[in-house]
């Protein structure tokens, strides 16, 4: 009797705390827990717990039967695996294994390969009582870096929550996709991919539960590696995650070296390296979503070589399609002997042709890719077995299912068929989250070209309230009356914060069934992941020697393995042209490092001040495109005068820089490290620069400070500590930080047309001598090296050569470069034939003054001299063999 009243008063003690601290979401009136929950946890079962050589496992049983959110799980195990020195691997996991996980594939993640690892870089602890919490601590200064103790475990079939314990006004980076600054405060993500027009902070189209915390100068991070709706809560002294499926899988991630970028080079030892691209990728693209025929995009190329601003692809939005099917071609405005015609007259201009793609057909019986996907079954279903149909571009349509066996088969054919007819250079995937205008299966039983009047009412019109509510009830019906599945798909009890409010607003329904009756809620995050990955095979299928080239709209983590990213339909208002660098340096985080933003903004109207502005700044983005919706004016760059020399001066730079970029992206291929860089990254013990991003480091050796403000000329930068910065105009000697105790602030006059660029001391740039309007043009030039010595009169820098195009290209020359004592010498591997001969070498720094001469080979050579810069050109050295040059 006393055990009974005991429990009953934990019991009640429990519900009163729990009601105590429930608050409601005044837009969807659902009650929302505090950021931690109050809840009893799991016992450990010590007797059963197994230690091995790397790792342990550790069975754990529930406490208390009592429901958060969804239906308690009553047995666990935690399987701790020490992978690597600097990656452990915390799985919680339901005993039966009957919870969803991201599946162990390309569809998915595939898992790495493990060996023993005998020396870590931490240590695992757990506690048994009151309830099970684990910590994870770095060796290196007994740092307790993940800590659940003390925190409530909650594990449920449509609810887990775990609380890592971080200091109150912690330095984290990551978590999104979102609209939010670079370092993250106290706020909720979301993360659950769904479609544009969402505000600043709400979940946009990728899913990357990845994050890098700065502690005392030192970085870590975790990811947890779970595909479902998840809200991360960052609070004072917290991070919750609370997801609605799945399991809790962790990988925790402590370099010795402790800096942010060995996070991110383990980061990807998971998820993946990302993908080489093709040199002409990093050349500048345009595009327009409201070309009506084949004349405007012609109109497009002749204006770009009028004003002679460098163009190197152009793409083409749905205008181009028959109906807005994919893979067809509009016969009137678009017809196939004129895109041949367009292609032709590109590819003779050593320029290039991309179109858009979409994973959701049309519901017509004479469509041939409907009808084929039909013939093999890879539509996703309806609970009762009849095709799902919601509703995009070209009316009711079908959505392919990239877990359906057939699914290969299907893509090979359609991208391999499309490829040999247009020879594109590239596809677009778009609306790929994936993302409907209509809720529900709209369009089952109706023909297709019934949706397309509702595609052309405004956005906001597109289902009434009344059709909605209409849509809720046959949806509902449908899953009472024959899912399977006893979870609340729909609704289930905890309710993420997606932007849309129910997980199946603005995209396919979560109880539509994938092959083997698997419900979309458990894969919804892994959709447009999957079709990357498909489409990709398919291009590798059509050529297997070109590298494809793909851009996503919706991704998860992995997807820079395939494909390149651009962060979606962003308005044209000077807080997006700020919020698109953190959303950059995100993606350099997520290994994906080639995104960009559309510049100058995809809706709205952008000003001649805002274009200019954007222009110079999206030029040296990691993957720099035009874009802009069809109900906005056109924002060419020659639009106004202004834009155009300010594009024309930052291209001629991009363009000098391919060398350096090209690198900077074989790095990333081989590391992980993005080519994008926050300058607390570099700099990670200068606590000033925590939240700056503002500014973005190229590399390691370019600081980029852009006008981001309206009716600004001129930028407060800041320089980091104990270097010297080089004006890349007039290769000056700008900023010196040597002797400085603290961050120093400038202000850099930045008139209209210009951005400004500095060098940092110590770096060997190389470049192009000459840019032209096409990177072929370019690649021809000579080679100039750019050294700006550091305050020692030291530095040093890497040049990567290859074909540019081949995927796994047999002959490539890679060049260490390093100047010390007047020597600048150079080695490496030398394979790469015929590459274009280094014709100049500049110097900067306060050591050149003295020097009037260098000799290389036996050759002495005259220096050109001002004021702490030594030219020496005409030199015309082959690189194929290493090389030593004298200055003195």
Same mark, same amino acid.
């Given at each position: 009797?006393?055990?009974?009243?005991?429990?009953?008063?934990?019991?009640?003690?429990?519900?009163?705390?729990?009601?105590?601290?429930?608050?409601?979401?005044?837009?969807?009136?659902?009650?929302?827990?505090?950021?931690?929950?109050?809840?009893?946890?799991?016992?450990?079962?010590?007797?059963?717990?197994?230690?091995?050589?790397?790792?342990?496992?550790?069975?754990?049983?529930?406490?208390?039967?009592?429901?958060?959110?969804?239906?308690?799980?009553?047995?666990?195990?935690?399987?701790?695996?020490?992978?690597?020195?600097?990656?452990?691997?915390?799985?919680?996991?339901?005993?039966?294994?009957?919870?969803?996980?991201?599946?162990?594939?390309?569809?998915?993640?595939?898992?790495?390969?493990?060996?023993? %690892?005998?020396?870590?870089?931490?240590?695992?602890?757990?506690?048994?009582?009151?309830?099970?919490?684990?910590?994870?601590?770095?060796?290196?200064?007994?740092?307790?870096?993940?800590?659940?103790?003390?925190?409530?475990?909650?594990?449920?079939?449509?609810?887990?929550?775990?609380?890592?314990? %971080?200091?109150?006004?912690?330095?984290?980076?990551?978590?999104?996709?979102?609209?939010?600054?670079?370092?993250?405060?106290?706020?909720?993500?979301?993360?659950?991919?769904?479609?544009?027009?969402?505000?600043?902070?709400?979940?946009?189209?990728?899913?990357?539960?990845?994050?890098?915390?700065?502690?005392?100068?030192?970085?870590?991070?975790?990811?947890?590696?779970?595909?479902?709706?998840?809200?991360?809560?960052?609070?004072?002294?917290?991070?919750?995650?609370?997801?609605?499926?799945?399991?809790?899988?962790?990988?925790?991630?402590?370099?010795?070296?402790?800096?942010?970028?060995?996070?991110?080079?383990?980061?990807?030892?998971?998820?993946?390296?990302?993908?080489?691209?093709?040199?002409?990728?990093?050349?500048?693209?345009?595009?327009?979503?409201?070309?009506?025929?084949?004349?405007?995009?012609?109109?497009?190329?002749?204006?770009?070589?009028?004003?002679?601003?460098?163009?190197?692809?152009?793409?083409?939005?749905?205008?181009?399609?028959?109906?807005?099917?994919?893979?067809?071609?509009?016969?009137?405005?678009?017809?196939?002997?004129?895109?041949?015609?367009?292609?032709?007259?590109?590819?003779?201009?050593?320029?290039?042709?991309?179109?858009?793609?979409?994973?959701?057909?049309?519901?017509?019986?004479?469509?041939?890719?409907?009808?084929?996907?039909?013939?093999?079954?890879?539509?996703?279903?309806? *609970?009762?077995?009849?095709?799902?149909?919601?509703? %995009?571009?070209?009316?009711?349509?079908?959505?392919?299912?990239?877990?359906?066996?057939?699914?290969?088969?299907?893509?090979?054919?359609?991208?391999?068929?499309?490829?040999?007819?247009?020879?594109?250079?590239?596809?677009?995937?778009?609306?790929?989250?994936?993302?409907?205008?209509?809720?529900?299966?709209?369009?089952?039983?109706?023909?297709?070209?019934?949706?397309?009047?509702?595609?052309?009412?405004?956005?906001?019109?597109?289902?009434?309230?009344?059709?909605?509510?209409?849509?809720?009830?046959?949806?509902?019906?449908?899953?009472?009356?024959?899912?399977?599945?006893?979870?609340?798909?729909?609704?289930?009890?905890?309710?993420?914060?997606?932007?849309?409010?129910?997980?199946?607003?603005?995209?396919?329904?979560?109880?539509?069934?994938?092959?083997?009756?698997?419900?979309?809620?458990?894969?919804?995050?892994?959709?447009?992941?999957?079709?990357?990955?498909?489409?990709?095979?398919?291009?590798?299928?059509?050529?297997?020697?070109?590298?494809?080239?793909?851009?996503?709209?919706?991704?998860?983590?992995?997807?820079?393995?395939?494909?390149?990213?651009?962060?979606?339909?962003?308005?044209?208002?000077?807080?997006?042209?700020?919020?698109?660098?953190?959303?950059?340096?995100?993606?350099?985080?997520?290994?994906?490092?080639?995104?960009?933003?559309?510049?100058?903004?995809?809706?709205?109207?952008?000003?001649?001040?805002?274009?200019?502005?954007?222009?110079?700044?999206?030029?040296?983005?990691?993957?720099?495109?035009?874009?802009?919706?069809?109900?906005?004016?056109?924002?060419? *760059?020659?639009?106004?005068?202004?834009?155009?020399?300010?594009?024309?001066?930052?291209?001629?730079?991009?363009?000098?820089?391919?060398?350096?970029?090209?690198?900077?992206?074989?790095?990333?291929?081989?590391?992980?490290?993005?080519?994008?860089?926050?300058?607390?990254?570099?700099?990670?013990?200068?606590?000033?620069?925590?939240?700056?991003?503002?500014?973005?480091?190229?590399?390691?050796?370019?600081?980029?400070?852009?006008?981001?403000?309206?009716?600004?000329?001129?930028?407060?930068?800041?320089?980091?500590?104990?270097?010297?910065?080089?004006?890349?105009?007039?290769?000056?000697?700008?900023?010196?930080?040597?002797?400085?105790?603290?961050?120093?602030?400038?202000?850099?006059?930045?008139?209209?047309?210009?951005?400004?660029?500095?060098?940092?001391?110590?770096?060997?740039?190389?470049?192009?001598?000459?840019?032209?309007?096409?990177?072929?043009?370019?690649?021809?030039?000579?080679?100039?090296?750019?050294?700006?010595?550091?305050?020692?009169?030291?530095?040093?820098?890497?040049?990567?050569?290859?074909?540019?195009?081949?995927?796994?290209?047999?002959?490539?020359?890679?060049?260490?470069?390093?100047?010390?004592?007047?020597?600048?010498?150079?080695?490496?591997?030398?394979?790469?034939?015929?590459?274009?001969?280094?014709?100049?070498?500049?110097?900067?720094?306060?050591?050149?003054?003295?020097?009037?001469?260098?000799?290389?080979?036996?050759?002495?050579?005259?220096?050109?001299?001002?004021?702490?810069? %030594?030219?020496?050109?005409?030199?015309?050295?082959?690189?194929?063999?290493?090389?030593?040059?004298?200055?003195?």
């Amino acid at each position: 009797m006393l055990l009974r009243w005991f429990i009953l008063l934990l019991i009640y003690r429990y519900l009163f705390v729990l009601a105590k601290n429930i608050n409601y979401d005044s837009q969807h009136q659902v009650p929302i827990l505090p950021p931690k929950t109050v809840a009893p946890g799991y016992t450990v079962q010590e007797e059963l717990v197994k230690h091995y050589e790397n790792g342990l496992e550790i069975p754990l049983k529930i406490q208390l039967d009592q429901s958060v959110y969804g239906k308690p799980i009553h047995e666990l195990i935690v399987y701790v695996d020490y992978e690597t020195k600097d990656r452990i691997h915390v799985k919680i996991v339901d005993k039966d294994h009957q919870q969803p996980i991201v599946p162990d594939s390309p569809m998915g993640v595939p898992r790495p390969s493990v060996l023993p %690892v005998y020396t870590r870089n931490y240590e695992f602890q757990y506690t048994s009582t009151p309830s099970f919490g684990f910590q994870v601590v770095r060796k290196l200064d007994d740092h307790i870096l993940f800590d659940t103790t003390d925190t409530s475990l909650v594990f449920e079939d449509q609810y887990l929550e775990l609380t890592t314990h %971080v200091p109150e006004e912690a330095n984290i980076y990551g978590f999104g996709e979102t609209t939010a600054p670079f370092r993250r405060t106290h706020n909720t993500t979301a993360m659950f991919t769904t479609g544009p027009h969402t505000p600043y902070g709400a979940n946009v189209y990728g899913h990357h539960p990845f994050y890098i915390e700065i502690r005392e100068g030192k970085a870590h991070g975790a990811m947890l590696l779970n595909a479902h709706g998840t809200d991360v809560v960052l609070d004072k002294g917290s991070i919750t995650w609370k997801t609605i499926g799945g399991i809790l899988d962790f990988y925790i991630f402590i370099p010795r070296d402790t800096e942010p970028d060995s996070v991110i080079r383990s980061y990807t030892d998971v998820i993946g390296n990302p993908v080489m691209p093709a040199l002409w990728t990093l050349g500048w693209h345009q595009c327009r979503y409201g070309l009506k025929n084949v004349t405007e995009v012609e109109q497009v190329l002749d204006q770009y070589k009028e004003h002679q601003i460098p163009l190197e692809t152009m793409w083409l939005d749905i205008d181009y399609m028959d109906q807005w099917k994919s893979f067809t071609l509009d016969p009137i405005n678009y017809p196939k002997d004129k895109i041949i015609d367009l292609r032709n007259r590109l590819h003779q201009n050593d320029q290039h042709l991309v179109t858009i793609l979409e994973p959701a057909f049309g519901a017509y019986p004479d469509y041939s890719a409907y009808r084929y996907g039909q013939e093999l079954d890879i539509f996703m279903k309806n *609970p009762d077995g009849s095709e799902y149909q919601g509703l %995009v571009w070209p009316g009711y349509t079908a959505f392919t299912d990239s877990w359906h066996p057939n699914a290969p088969t299907f893509w090979n054919k359609q991208v391999g068929d499309w490829m040999q007819e247009i020879q594109p250079d590239g596809v677009w995937l778009d609306m790929n989250e994936p993302y409907s205008h209509c809720l529900g299966s709209c369009g089952t039983g109706r023909p297709a070209e019934e949706g397309i009047p509702l595609m052309q009412r405004p956005n906001n019109e597109r289902e009434t309230k009344e059709e909605h509510d209409e849509r809720k009830k046959v949806l509902d019906e449908m899953v009472r009356m024959y899912s399977k599945d006893t979870r609340n798909l729909l609704y289930p009890g905890y309710k993420i914060h997606n932007y849309f409010g129910d997980l199946s607003e603005q995209t396919v329904a979560m109880s539509t069934l994938h092959h083997g009756d698997i419900p979309h809620y458990d894969l919804h995050s892994l959709y447009g992941h999957a079709q990357v990955y498909l489409v990709y095979q398919a291009l590798l299928n059509h050529n297997k020697t070109e590298r494809p080239f793909i851009l996503t709209r919706s991704s998860f983590a992995g997807t820079g393995k395939y494909a390149s990213h651009w962060t979606g339909d962003i308005s044209s208002v000077w807080s997006s042209l700020r919020s698109s660098i953190p959303g950059i340096l995100n993606f350099q985080l997520f290994g994906i490092p080639q995104t960009g933003a559309d510049i100058c903004g995809f809706l709205d109207e952008a000003t001649e001040e805002l274009c200019t502005r954007w222009h110079a700044l999206g030029a040296f983005y990691p993957f720099a495109r035009n874009h802009v919706a069809r109900t906005s004016k056109p924002h060419y *760059p020659y639009n106004w005068e202004s834009t155009a020399e300010a594009t024309r001066r930052a291209l001629a730079i991009r363009y000098t820089l391919i060398p350096y970029l090209y690198t900077l992206f074989e790095e990333a291929h081989s590391t992980g490290l993005g080519p994008w860089r926050p300058l607390i990254f570099r700099f990670r013990k200068q606590e000033a620069l925590l939240d700056n991003d503002r500014q973005v480091l190229i590399g390691d050796s370019l600081l980029l400070s852009p006008v981001l403000d309206q009716g600004t000329t001129t930028v407060d930068a800041q320089f980091p500590m104990g270097q010297v910065w080089y004006d890349w105009y007039t290769n000056a000697l700008d900023v010196d930080t040597t002797q400085s105790s603290e961050v120093v602030t400038k202000t850099l006059d930045a008139p209209l047309e210009h951005i400004p660029l500095h060098i940092r001391g110590g770096s060997i740039l190389p470049l192009k001598t000459t840019p032209h309007l096409v990177l072929k043009e370019t690649i021809a030039t000579p080679y100039t090296f750019l050294i700006a010595l550091d305050q020692k009169g030291t530095a040093s820098g890497t040049l990567f050569i290859d074909d540019g195009h081949t995927i796994e290209p047999e002959l490539t020359t890679y060049y260490k470069l390093e100047f010390k004592d007047g020597k600048l010498e150079a080695t490496g591997g030398f394979d790469y034939p015929n590459p274009e001969p280094l014709s100049t070498i500049k110097v900067l720094g306060k050591q050149v003054n003295d020097w009037s001469h260098a000799t290389y080979d036996s050759t002495n050579f005259s220096l050109s001299k001002q004021q702490g810069i %030594v030219v020496l050109e005409n030199i015309n050295i082959p690189l194929k063999k290493e090389f030593t040059i004298q200055f003195y």
